[in-house]
T-cell receptor, first 114, second 118 residues
């Protein structure tokens, strides 16, 4: 009963390096999301995919790209990492697009940019 | 646009005492509201959700929340705190934003860290 799986769990990068964060869900959910969590800021939406084949920007998309590889997988890419992108990144999924759909979260990727 | 305000970044209660975590929302459309809990080094776990069926919502681990439209509030309560309740709690609202259509993503409050004193 894995739910939402994120890899890696921890990563340290140097400024300017690139990296892809992986996310997979096994609940047959249609919608997937990427958030970042910073101290005292709550979670902020980076990108989301309402359904397979579609992606849209959230509140803080600058410096990131995403790929909805298939229904299960949704990756987040940092093309040129910056110290301001040091954060904990969470992937989430929901059964469908909709106001009342709860989201299920992975355990996060802790990313440090030096 | 939706927004959520959680009053108190840290709340400390004694074991066995009432837990009250405050959440106020702003929404131009009827909101759907959620409470999530985050234990250290883990993701967020859904505690409960309000989707207009009933104003008093019961969740897991003995928590409940009451939706009060007149006060735009959705406070989380638990009658008797347990040491295992120590965690970060987030209130979130779902609704249209960014693209102007569809309910994609949640808007979170900044979180309340609940401390349980023995």
């Amino acid at each position: 009963n894995a739910g939402v799986t994120q890899t890696p769990k921890f990563q340290v990068l140097k400024t300017g390096q690139s990296m892809t964060l992986q996310c997979a869900q096994d609940m047959n959910h249609n919608s997937m999301y990427w958030y970042r969590q910073d101290p005292g800021m709550g979670l902020r939406l980076i990108y989301y995919s309402a359904s397979e084949g579609t992606t849209d920007k959230g509140e803080v998309p600058n410096g990131y790209n995403v790929s909805r590889l298939n229904k299960r997988e949704f990756s987040l890419r940092l093309e040129s990492a910056a110290p301001s992108q040091t954060s904990v990144y969470f992937c989430a999924s929901s059964e469908a697009r909709g106001y009342n759909q709860p989201q299920h979260f992975g355990d996060g990727t802790r990313l440090s940019i030096l | 646009a939706q927004s959520v305000t959680q009053l108190g970044s840290h709340v400390s209660v004694s074991e066995g005492a009432l837990v009250l975590l405050r959440c106020n929302y702003s929404s131009s459309v009827p909101p759907y509201l959620f409470w999530y809990v985050q234990y250290p080094n883990q993701g967020l776990q859904l505690l409960l959700k309000y989707t207009s069926a009933a104003t008093l919502v019961k969740g897991i681990n003995g928590f409940e929340a009451e939706f009060k439209k007149s006060e735009t509030s959705f406070h989380l309560t638990k009658p008797s705190a347990h040491m295992s309740d120590a965690a970060e709690y987030f209130c979130a609202v779902s609704g249209t934003f960014y693209s102007g259509g569809g309910a994609d993503g949640l808007t979170f409050g900044k979180g309340t860290h609940l401390i349980i004193q023995p």
